[in-house]
């Protein structure tokens, strides 16, 4: 009889680039394996190993399409999901990288930021619930600072998911607790990724710890709310920022 501890699996949104890629790589490197999301095929660039069977192309912009993927998961899956990241997210700008407020942000736009960043995440995690019960698996959604207050770059429409993000991850902590499943959030602050804007150099010199974050320090907090280090925490959001909240 083989009893070597079962291999856990993850499945991580937006994992081509910045936040998403190191995780990946965190996990990977913690022995997980990993199914990656994202709008593109599998890039043979990737440095993880089985990635392209590992791999499912979505449109998170696109419920249907989202839905209609929940069955390609699945299959994947064969039963247990150990834990969900909700990582893709979008921040769409104006002409020359300008803020878009609640007084310019079209709904079109408006709608598409929220089936990314909001819709997404409740037709994965919904779907996957039993994959998620039976391996009493963890759900972590990622937030951002722009949720909870006025941000110079981030506009109104992301801001406002984010918020919603964090409602969400307390509701589902509430509903999805009763089968075992943990729901958490984490709350970047300034990343090193593609996302950032110019001048967050100028944020950046105001923070207590006075420098951008490195993308697999979110990761090693993602890692942690989806292990046994953090089986009796649910329900929350960790900053993850520097100290730029305080
Ligand atoms: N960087 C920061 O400072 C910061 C701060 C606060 C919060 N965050 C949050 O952290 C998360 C990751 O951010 P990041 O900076 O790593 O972003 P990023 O470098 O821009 O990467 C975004 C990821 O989302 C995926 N994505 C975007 N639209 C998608 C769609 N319609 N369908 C499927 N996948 C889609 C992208 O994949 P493809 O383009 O390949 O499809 C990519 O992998 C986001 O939720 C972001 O809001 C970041």
């Not at 990241?85 to 709904?107: C, E, F, M, W, Y």
């Amino acid at each position: 009889m083989d009893d070597s501890p079962r291999q856990k699996t993850l499945l991580l949104t937006g994992a081509s680039r910045g936040i998403g890629h190191a995780t990946v790589k965190t996990f990977s490197a913690a022995g997980w394996r990993v199914l990656t999301c994202s709008r593109q095929p599998f890039d043979d660039r990737c440095p993880w190993p089985g990635g392209e069977g590992n791999h499912v192309q979505i449109d998170l912009a696109d419920p249907n399409n989202t839905i209609a993927a929940l069955e390609a998961i699945r299959d994947k899956l064969g039963g247990t999901l150990d834990a969900l990241v909700n990582n893709a997210g979008i921040s769409p700008k104006g002409q020359d990288g300008a803020r878009l407020n609640t007084l310019d942000t079209d709904l079109r736009t408006w709608g598409h930021v929220f089936h990314v960043n909001f819709f997404a995440p409740v037709v994965l995690a919904r779907g996957l619930k039993t994959e998620l019960a039976a391996a009493k698996g963890a759900v972590v959604n990622v937030t951002s600072i722009a949720g909870s207050r006025v941000h110079p770059f981030a506009g109104a429409a992301y801001a406002t998911s984010k918020a919603a993000l964090v409602a969400l991850t307390r509701e589902m902590a509430h509903d999805f607790g009763p089968l075992g499943v943990r729901v958490n959030a984490i709350a970047p602050g300034e990343i090193e990724t593609s996302i950032l804007s110019p001048g967050t150099d100028k944020i950046v010199e105001t923070l207590p710890l006075r420098r951008l974050g490195q993308p697999a320090e979110v990761a090693d907090v993602i890692l942690f709310l989806c292990s046994s280090a953090s089986t009796y925490v649910t329900g929350t959001e960790i900053e993850v920022n520097a100290g730029q909240h305080v």
